[in-house]
């Protein structure tokens, strides 16, 4: 009884010392009391939150999903995930990342990561609380990433009579051509610059397939094609038309299969060749047996004209001949 009445007159005379000091400085004690217990505080759930994270992912993995690529480490509800991104230059692993995550994959893309295709790399993780307090890591997993070139820019395409562009693709240093043409045969062209002469097809209607390609980094494969609707229309020329003994043979450019004839300017008769040969410079288009269409006509007095019709990608001819 002695010991606490001692102590209860201890404390009574610190009290009366406390009441009678000037309002300043108590409010000093109290400051420095409330820093100390929040210091206290802080220890406290730094120690305690690192002794709650007594597990590690077991499993981590590179998984491909769909088109794409993650890291994933194994499933915990109660944490967060921090991933620890190496690369190997030489013999040795850098630390090239940290990636604090809220969920455990991580989509491992060459824009967010800057990943280069062919190099080597390493992952880890491990959990994490909200107050970025981390557990053990995890074993590694090591991925060499191969990517997929981007495709073409459809958007970017122009087109003119003589070439076909588009912006260039990032990492490509040459473009693959496939011409098809209407009756299914295929053509194959390179370009190291993303442009192609148009002027190397014939005429008519093609479809091309245009992709990226990488020749010095087999980590990068070639992209998607895009299509390309391509009309190279061509004029035919006519280069002469004569007539005699009931057979007319007109010399062409090209070899289209109807002409009309005009007489002084009238449209007189259609007319489609029998059978044409290949001479040099273009065609030798014969139409025989046409006695009955010409035999009435006077080649000295009427003015009479032959022009090719256009078929197809074939324009008409920009000249008329003169049937003699």
């Known amino acids: 009884m002695i010991k606490i009445a001692k102590k209860l007159q201890n404390l009574t005379e610190l009290y009366i010392i406390f009441m009678n000091m000037s309002k300043r400085l108590k409010l000093v004690i109290g400051f420095v009391a409330l820093a100390v217990m929040v210091i206290i505080t802080g220890v406290c759930f730094v120690f305690l939150g690192n002794n709650d994270i007594k597990l590690k992912p077991e499993s981590i993995s590179v998984e491909k999903i769909g088109e794409e690529y993650y890291v994933v480490a194994q499933y915990n509800s109660n944490y967060k995930y921090r991933f620890v991104l190496e690369q190997k230059l030489g013999d040795q692993y850098y630390l090239v990342n940290k990636i604090l995550n809220d969920t455990n994959s991580l989509k491992l893309s060459e824009q967010n990561l800057t990943l280069t295709a ?64 209407d009756d299914g045969g295929t053509e194959q062209y390179y370009t190291t610059n993303p442009v192609f002469n148009l002027n190397l097809l014939s005429y008519g209607h093609f479809k091309l397939y245009i992709r990226a390609k990488n020749t010095e980094n087999e980590y990068l494969t070639d992209s998607t094609a895009v299509c390309v609707d391509v ?48 001479v040099i410079g273009g065609y030798q288009v014969t139409f025989e047996n046409c006695g009955a269409v010409f035999n009435s006509l006077d080649f000295e007095n009427d003015e009479v004209l032959i022009m090719s019709l256009g078929e197809d990608y074939l324009l008409d001819s920009e000249a008329i001949a003169v049937i003699e």
């Open 118 to 181: 062919g190099a080597q790399y390493r992952f880890s993780a491990c959990y994490t609380t909200d107050n970025n307090v981390d557990g053990k890591m995890s074993k590694t997993v090591e991925w060499r990433p191969t990517w997929s070139l981007s495709a073409i820019d459809s958007e970017s395409l122009e087109q003119s009579s003589t070439e076909i562009s588009w912006q260039a693709v990032y990492q490509a240093n040459q473009y693959e051509i496939i011409v098809v043409t």
């Open 231 to 278: 009309n190279r229309p061509i004029q035919n020329s006519l280069f002469s038309a004569q007539y005699g003994s009931g057979t007319l043979r007109v010399f062409s450019f090209l070899n289209p299969k109807h002409y009309q004839v005009y007489v002084n300017g009238e449209e007189y008769v259609q007319l489609t060749y029998t059978n044409s040969n290949q």
